[in-house]
């Protein structure tokens, strides 16, 4: 069964820095294309960066490039997030899933609980 537990999110302020994780289940990660994507309060998924978990290349949104990383710890099948520099419009409930940004994310929260990250002054 596919599970993946996210965790660090939080409150921080303009300018500040959160390194997200996502511990990953039930299939071979080495492999995998890992994706992380966030949800806003009354807005549909957006996504945000992807890591080709076997070869390292990744791919961000525009609005994210320079101030996010995306890496991974294949021992530990986990994937992270490395936020730097956010701004109030990062603002929601971030998850991992399998996928890059062509695909449609219509069941998050089906294999994780997602991680909340807010940036406020």
């Known amino acids: 069964e596919v599970q993946f537990v996210e965790s660090g999110g939080g409150m921080v302020q303009p300018g500040g820095s959160l390194r997200l994780s996502c511990a990953a289940s039930?299939?071979?990660?080495?492999?995998?294309?890992m994706s992380w994507v966030r949800q806003a309060p009354g807005k549909g998924p957006e996504w945000v960066s992807t890591?080709?978990?076997?070869?390292?290349?990744?791919d961000y949104r525009d609005s994210v490039k320079g101030r996010f990383t995306i890496s991974s710890d294949n021992a530990k099948n986990t994937l992270y997030l490395q936020m730097n520099n956010l701004k109030p419009e990062d603002t929601a409930l971030y998850y991992c899933?399998?996928?890059?940004?062509?695909?449609?994310?219509?069941?998050?929260?089906?294999w994780g609980q997602g991680t909340q990250v807010t940036v406020s002054s």
């Open positions: 039930g299939f071979i990660f080495s492999s995998a294309i």
């Open positions: 899933a399998m996928g890059n940004r062509y695909t449609t994310y219509a069941r998050l929260g089906s």
């Open positions: 890591l080709r978990v076997g070869t390292g290349a990744s």
